[in-house]
């Protein structure tokens, strides 16, 4: 593989793990393949998608089982159901449990484990054709279908009331699982996440009496499905059932107001930046003194109200031979404002390093840097990826700090990297247990990934990525369990951690993602999946109650 190839499988990777999960591989050919009509036949008479059946003999059966994001997994079920209703879910689910197939659900297709390309999912149900945005009067909520990708439901909301939600900075991800991992972007500093404004969920679950049906869960307690709509605040997705439709509303919007006082209204321009050091620029001593000046920046800067909040930054640490590491982000506010935040962490950054960065920045509408990065090429056929994360209450250790330039910088490496990304504000304004998201108070969510083609490299690229989390979290076992780490994002699945021979720390793979809340989500799961329908490597698992 080219080195621009590599680079350019890295980069597609960072932008789906800003936004993270179970959403679409982005590109043209899938763009044109969603927007194929169904056979006539099966074509509802209001001009709704679907549903449609294809099989293993159908031509388009190869494009859909293929357009998930990590072709690292592969399935071949016997049926791929495309859907265009909650109807059309509810008879694809109860198909599924009569004639006893497993089932798995994809929106978008940008997981990185094998939740839905495995080898034992017999049906998929493809959601990529219930993708509609809009204000919905019954509920006094913005309604997002499953299928809508994050840059499809920006620029509705946007254009139609002037307000979003606070989802990912990669727009080709689908919001279906986006939102149920309790998602972030580059406004959860200002607004929190996806999650901190849902309203309610529509959900197909399959009951006790082995039947589907679909639940509407709200966030109001004296909801007595209250306890489906928490679980959908953070779990992630493939647990409970199939999510068929979200509906919007921040907890602080009046009832009964204008839609456009129902949702965060972005500013109309952001700053957009990015800042590079070279790598030839900077020893051991200065990415070091580099790093740490922006965990300091971090500590400082990222209290809820904090007045920085409105600047977003991933700081990408990619392997040296590339050219650059450096930060990238917005700065949601406008003229001097912004730049006086900018020049702030500049200043920060660049104290005692010795090198200073290449700056860039400029002005550009809100929605322009929302949708960066949409509609761009398709990553290569055959991309395999493996990512792994952990939040932070600190800024990462000297320790740590020299274990990744060491991985980094050695010329035996493959091209792998690691994202340092801004968190805190006000998603940490939210109490722990208020959502199953319970990471709420980090000020940064770090990232490792590694991208390649080829299965060839897989078992190379794989012992670097596993040696590299191991040795960063070597005093907490090896996983982020550390007085000053808050665990892993579900968003950015790792089935190592529920593997012993990966994860020998004693910490349990649940209570890295879920915490205390793991009882509660079992709970949930006696009660809408007690059959264990929907399943996967990291999903809830059932109790003996």
Not at 167 to 191: F, K, N
Not at 457 to 482: C, K, N
Request: proline share 7%; net charge neutral.
């Amino acid at each position: 593989m080219s080195e621009s190839t590599r680079r350019d499988l890295l980069r597609t990777g960072a932008a789906a793990a800003s936004a993270a999960p179970a959403a679409a591989l982005a590109g043209s050919w899938w763009d044109a393949a969603r927007a194929a009509p169904a056979a006539p036949a099966t074509v509802a008479g209001d001009g709704a998608f679907g549903p449609v059946t294809v099989g293993p003999d159908d031509p388009r059966y190869r494009s859909l089982a293929r357009r998930g994001y990590n072709h690292r997994f592969a399935s071949q079920p016997d049926q791929i159901r495309l859907v265009g209703s909650t109807e059309d879910v509810v008879r694809a689910v109860d198909d599924a449990l009569r004639t006893g197939r497993r089932v798995a659900v994809r929106s978008g297709g940008h997981c990185f484990e094998d939740f839905v390309d495995h080898p034992s999912t017999e049906v998929v149900i493809d959601l990529a054709g219930m993708r509609d945005v809009g204000y919905d009067p019954r509920r006094d909520a913005f309604s997002v279908e499953p299928g809508a990708t994050l840059g499809e439901a920006y620029r509705r909301l946007f254009l139609g009331w002037g307000v979003t939600v606070p989802g990912g900075t990669c727009p080709d991800v689908g919001a279906g699982g986006h939102i149920a991992g309790g998602g972030y972007g580059a406004l959860c500093r200002m607004y929190g996440l996806t999650v901190d404004h849902l309203q309610a969920v529509e959900v197909v679950v399959a009951d006790r009496s082995g039947r589907a049906r679909s639940v509407v869960a709200t966030r109001e307690r004296t909801d007595p499905h209250h306890d489906l709509w928490w679980a959908h605040t953070g779990a992630g997705g493939g647990n409970f059932g199939v999510v068929t439709r979200y509906w919007f509303r921040s907890p602080d919007a009046p009832r009964g107001a204008d839609p456009g006082e129902l949702l965060p209204r972005p500013p109309a321009t952001v700053l957009s930046y990015s800042l590079d050091w070279r790598w030839a620029d900077l020893d051991e001593t200065a990415f070091v003194t580099l790093m740490r000046n922006y965990g300091r920046w971090g500590e400082r800067n990222s209290a809820p109200g904090s007045p920085a909040a409105p600047l977003y930054g991933e700081f990408v640490l990619a392997a040296a031979p590339g050219e650059t590491i450096g930060i990238a982000g917005q700065v949601a506010a406008e003229g001097a404002a912004a730049l006086r935040l900018l020049d702030d962490l500049e200043g920060a950054l660049s104290s005692g390093v010795g090198a200073r960065p290449v700056r860039q920045a400029v002005t550009v509408p809100w929605l322009t840097a929302a949708m960066l990065g949409s509609g761009g090429e398709p990553v290569p056929y055959d991309s395999r990826m493996k990512i792994k994360s952990g939040y932070r209450r600190r800024g990462l250790t000297d320790r740590q700090l020299a274990t990744l330039h060491r991985y980094l910088t050695d010329p035996a490496s493959p091209y792998g990297h690691v994202f340092v990304n801004t968190y805190g504000g006000r998603v940490n304004a939210v109490s722990p247990g208020a959502t199953a998201m319970p990471h709420r108070d980090s000020v940064f969510l770090v990232g490792f990934l590694a991208g390649w083609q080829g299965s060839g490299e897989d078992a190379r690229q794989l012992r670097w990525i596993r040696e590299l989390y191991a040795d960063v979290y070597a005093a907490s076992g090896g996983v982020p369990a550390g007085a000053d780490d808050d665990g892993t994002f579900i968003n950015y699945p790792d089935n190592d951690l529920a593997d012993p021979r990966h994860n020998a720390s004693g910490t349990p793979w649940h209570e890295l993602y879920f915490k205390d809340g793991y009882a509660r989500l079992q709970r949930v799961k006696h009660r809408w999946d007690p059959h264990n329908v929907f399943h996967h490597a990291l999903s809830v698992g059932p109790t003996r109650q």
